[in-house]
């Protein structure tokens, strides 16, 4: 449902190459990239940085984009704990082995980091200023504007509430869950069936495992297998804790505040609660919920969508800031090569879709496999031992360096897996 709004001729004054809508680690990424090969980049973000955000787990697979953007360095200098594995603990508190990332690969990008998100999302956005691309914080985008069905500026809400308007050839909706465009475009659907919530916060003083499998990301799943908790070691002695389960379960079939409620999962999760006896919750407990969604497109004649502001997942395999870097990276590639080739339609602004779709849908095959109740790691991989690979690149986020769809044909015989995504055409 596009919606034609003629610019008038003073708006033209205003004029970019490309407005990122957001600066989070998609619209940094795209916006420093495309920035880093001369074109005129606006970036508009609502917030003032540094800002709370979760997500802090990062997959192995960021390296290589945060290598491109230039920020390895600063990333091995930071206090961010390293994280070399996974681990998952099952309702009767029985440990799994780790999942070490390193046994695929012994490259140093088998490993990666626990991030503080307001410190690592202001790292990458002074890199797409330094790079640059005009940062404006305090913005808020109200609406994109279309022309002929194509997207040719956007209207914005500035730090002095007064509203301007500025025009370039490629917008790009990096906005988040508030997700922007999509919902303009009524292209936004939720996944029926990946219909969680989450209530989270940070702790301080949470015991920790001691040498490589310090910085590990920890999965307990609780004893009545209907929720399962995150822990996520964070800078300073911080842990990130949460818990997730579906919607209905964790907050709509309650009466209790969500504080009561995460304590109450907590008392039946008793293999995390001995890491918790000694710490101190640090900040009121938050929620967020429906965040299992995608856009039924990825991008139309002068715009292309991003990170969140085209579809998120699941929390459980921390695949959000990879697949928001990798899609910022991607979406660089296709706006510089549209550039060179005067080509700004749909198909030249998405055509990174296929591939990335293919790489986003192995993840969300993995989800749904770890939410059948059915099914189990463990005697999947007694059955199927050489499936353990493609499990471990999955978890890497090696999906789209290696081809690991042949593992979801033995899955399939343990549990219901989803069909594959699909794109409508621009």
Not at 13 to 26: K, L, Q, R
Not at 72 to 96: A, E, N, T
Not at 192 to 213: N, Q, W
Request: charged fraction near 25%.
């Amino acid at each position: 449902m596009e919606v034609t709004h003629q610019l008038t001729s003073t708006d033209r004054s205003s004029n970019y190459d490309v407005i990122v809508i957001g600066g989070g680690p998609a619209g940094s990424t795209a916006a420093a990239l495309v920035a880093e090969s001369r074109h005129k980049v606006l970036v508009l973000e609502r917030e003032h940085f540094p800002r709370f955000k979760i997500g802090e787990s990062l997959m192995p697979g960021t390296y290589w984009t945060l290598k491109r953007l230039g920020v390895l360095d600063k990333m091995k200098q930071s206090g961010f704990p390293k994280k070399y594995s996974v681990q998952f603990y099952s309702r009767s508190g029985r440990p799994s082995a780790p999942f070490y990332f390193y046994e695929n690969n012994p490259h140093e990008s088998s490993k990666t980091w626990q991030v503080l998100r307001s410190e690592f999302d202001q790292m990458l956005l002074e890199n797409a200023r330094e790079k640059g691309a005009d940062v404006r914080h305090g913005v808020s985008v109200l609406d994109v504007l279309f022309e002929d069905g194509k997207a040719v500026g956007v209207r914005a809400r500035m730090p002095d509430k007064s509203v301007q308007e500025f025009v370039a050839k490629v917008i790009v909706d990096a906005s988040g869950q508030s997700a922007l465009l999509s919902r303009k475009l009524q292209m936004n659907h939720t996944e029926p069936k990946l219909k969680k919530a989450s209530i989270y916060t940070h702790f301080e003083g949470g015991l920790r495992d001691e040498g490589v499998d310090e910085g590990a990301t920890i999965i307990y799943h609780t004893q009545n297998q209907e929720s399962w908790f995150w822990y996520i070691p964070l800078p300073r002695d911080t842990v990130s804790v949460g818990v997730v389960g579906s919607l209905d379960y964790l907050l709509q079939n309650r009466n209790e505040p969500p504080q009561k409620i995460f304590e109450d999962e907590l008392e039946i999760c008793p293999a995390l609660r001995p890491r918790l006896a000694n710490a101190e919750q640090l900040f009121p407990v938050k929620t967020t919920k429906d965040f299992s969604y995608r856009a039924s497109q990825l991008a139309g004649d002068g715009w292309v969508l991003v990170g969140d502001a085209f579809g998120f997942v699941d929390p459980i395999y921390s695949s959000g800031v990879f697949l928001a870097l990798k899609s910022g990276e991607l979406a660089a590639d296709s706006i510089n090569e549209a550039f060179e080739r005067d080509d700004f339609s749909g198909a030249q602004l998405g055509k990174f879709g296929r591939d990335f779709l293919q790489g986003m849908g192995a993840i969300r095959k993995l989800v749904y496999a770890f939410y059948s109740k059915e099914f189990s790691f463990g005697k999947f991989l007694k059955k199927f031992p050489e499936c353990r690979n493609d499990i471990v690149n999955i978890l890497i986020g090696n999906v789209f360096r290696q081809d690991v769809n042949g593992l979801f044909e033995s899955m399939s015989e343990m549990c219901d897996l989803p069909e594959d995504y699909k794109l409508e055409l621009n």
